[in-house]
């Protein structure tokens, strides 16, 4: 911040300041050379050249080229992106990046930068430009950006830094007092609970495994559950054995959803990460079961973990049938917003609907039979249970 006096002619002494304000930068540039960039041409659309990476503010960051295109409506233009290897730990961070296209002796002979600082974070790590440059001006002899069969591409990636907040300074004649702590209220009735040392007073079967409850947890959790029992002015009594699968959920599932309603955090099968197609499976069939038990938060947790972690093009299509056939407009955007960025088209899949079609007139009629109203979750559920 600066100030500086100005006196006009006629010695009037009006002083004009002024000041300016500055994001906080860190800026680093990076240059990528892409040999035998003749053989680089039909690797086809949507696949990338990796750069090796280089950091910056403590992170990794990668240049990828895409020589046939970014998807099939650019690929007459080459693309590039900056992608940075997103942590966890790592906060989310806005950046500027510029590519540009050097000749045999470095200097520069096509430049394209971004339009705005781009947020990187854990929903998007990779921007770019789709359309950077024509195929045919690239190679043009006019740009001599082709030489000795390579390109070299100079990215510079500027990163906005957060600012930096006061703390503010307690006064010492101040008594310094923490802040009330946290209710566990709750948290430790379903932890005694969980213990096993309260004697179970309900069983349920599900596909032939029987598991054993608590009537106060899962009526708390689940308006499923209620209706099931205390609904209609009943219990269920002690010795009932109610088969709550309804040919819908299964066992493993319902290990999952119990494992919630008494620990409130997805079960191991949804989180153990070094068995990936095995968690997918299972994520589905929990969402599936969250939605057929009324349990919402469960329901999105599922969705969070499926947009996150499982879209690609191979399950693109599955997660969107199951997002439309479950209602859940957050995981359909997010299946939109990836198509879209792909390039490509979403189209049903009729076995995959059919399937969930099936499953889900069994949970609508199972959901009106115990609570005795239609089911609240799903508009297909409603639909396919009024008929």
């Known amino acids: 911040m600066g100030a500086a006096p100005s006196v006009p002619d006629g010695g009037d002494a009006t002083a004009v300041t002024g000041s300016v304000s500055d994001v906080p930068k860190v800026s680093t540039t990076h240059e ?42 650019d690929s007459a233009w080459v693309a590039l992106y900056a992608q940075t290897l997103y942590k966890p730990q790592f906060r989310a961070v806005r950046a500027e990046f510029t590519f540009q296209l050097l000749g045999a002796n470095g200097e520069v002979r096509h430049t394209r930068r971004s339009d705005r600082a781009c947020k990187y974070d854990t ?74 040392k309260a004697p179970f007073d309900v069983r349920f079967e599900v596909d032939g495994e029987i598991f054993e409850a608590h009537r106060m947890v899962v009526a708390a959790q689940s308006p ?65 079961a969250a939605d057929y038990y009324l349990l919402d938060r469960l329901k999105m947790m599922c969705a969070i973990s499926l947009g996150n972690d499982f879209i690609t093009d191979s399950t693109l299509t599955t997660i969107a049938e199951y997002a439309e056939a479950y209602s859940c407009k957050e995981l359909e955007q997010a299946c939109r917003n990836f198509a879209e960025r792909r390039g490509v ?28 109203v239609e089911a609240p979750s799903s508009t297909t559920q409603q639909q396919l249970a009024a008929n």
């Open 32 to 73: 990528f050379t892409i040999r035998e960039y003749s053989r680089t041409k039909g690797m086809g659309v949507g696949k990338s050249i990796l750069s090796q990476y280089f950091t910056i503010d403590g992170r990794k960051w990668y240049i990828r080229f895409y020589p046939d295109g970014y998807s099939a409506a």
């Open 123 to 196: 929903f998007c790590n990779s921007w770019g430009i789709r359309r950077y440059i024509d195929r045919n001006l690239l190679e043009s002899a006019a740009l001599a950006a082709v030489h000795n069969d390579s390109i070299t591409v100079r990215c510079t990636v500027t990163i906005h830094q957060a600012r930096r907040r006061s703390l503010p300074v307690p006064r010492p004649s101040l008594v310094m007092m923490p802040d009330k702590p946290a209710s566990v209220h709750g948290h430790n009735a379903i932890k005694f609970l969980a213990s096993g």
């Open 224 to 288: 499923w559950f209620e209706g099931l029992l205390y609904g209609h002015g009943r219990e269920a009594g002690e010795s009932d054995l109610a088969d709550v699968g309804g040919g819908v959920v299964g066992a493993e599932a319902f290990s999952g959803v119990l494992h919630y309603m008494y620990n409130d955090e997805l079960p191991a099968t949804v989180t153990d990460k070094k068995r990936a197609k095995r968690r997918y499976e299972a994520t589905l069939r929990l969402f599936e």
């Open 345 to 372: 088209s979403l189209l049903p899949n009729i076995e995959v609907m059919q399937r969930l079609m099936s499953r889900i007139f069994l949970a609508a009629h199972a959901t009106k039979r115990i609570m005795g």
